[in-house]
């Protein structure tokens, strides 16, 4: 791994509100100075988890939420 970002499949299971669920995604590494950039873009659909939406909000609240993560690592 260099400084040229290069993409990896990453399987996993992410938990949320008490539910787990079986991703696939994408992750991009790349090697910055002394540290590893790992940036991942996760796109859920939150019935998948049992998350209602209050009625007065649904308008205002997507069912469907991309989770973008950046970590450094050293």
């Given amino acids: 791994i260099d400084s040229n970002p290069k993409e ?3 399987k996993g299971e ?4 008490g539910k787990t669920k ?13 540290k590893l950039e790992i ?3 996760l796109n859920l ?7 209602k939406i209050p009625e007065i909000l649904s308008m205002k609240v997507a069912e469907n939420v991309t989770i973008k993560s950046e970590f450094w690592v050293q």
């Fill in 39 to 41: 940036i991942s873009n």
């Fill in 8 to 10: 990896f499949k990453l």
């Fill in 22 to 34: 079986k991703i696939n995604t994408v992750v991009v590494l790349r090697k910055l100075e002394d």
């Fill in 45 to 51: 659909n939150i019935k998948d988890f049992n998350i």
């Fill in 14 to 17: 992410i938990k949320i509100h």
